[in-house]
């Protein structure tokens, strides 16, 4: 959970991706703000939100600076997806 507030900020390509894959605003930044599984992505250098939008396991690659989050991106994504990313070393637990 991100603790202290952060204003989110929507890029016009991050809301395209949403409105083209189907998925809410609302939904999304409660993932964002509040889910508890995170992760770097040593490849990217972007942390990484991961949580459920209705039925799909759903990940936000982001940027996050003193005051603001920027989500870059979002797509579904798999456990084994996420467990071969933690094994490559692609992606490690977020702090």
């Known amino acids: 959970m991100i603790e202290k507030f952060f204003s989110i900020v929507w890029t016009d390509y991050f809301i395209y991706r949403a409105e083209l894959r189907g998925y809410e605003l609302e939904k999304i930044e409660e993932?964002?703000?509040?889910?508890?599984?995170?992760?770097?992505?040593?490849?990217?250098?972007?942390?990484?939100?991961?949580?459920?939008?209705?039925?799909?396991?759903?990940?936000i690659p982001y940027e996050e600076n003193n005051e603001e989050i920027i989500p870059v991106t979002i797509h579904a994504i798999s456990r084994q997806q996420i467990k071969f990313r933690l094994k490559t070393g692609r992606f490690r637990h977020e702090q």
């Open 31 to 59: 993932i964002v703000r509040y889910t508890s599984e995170r992760y770097f992505d040593t490849q990217t250098l972007r942390k990484v939100a991961v949580g459920r939008h209705d039925s799909r396991l759903i990940m």
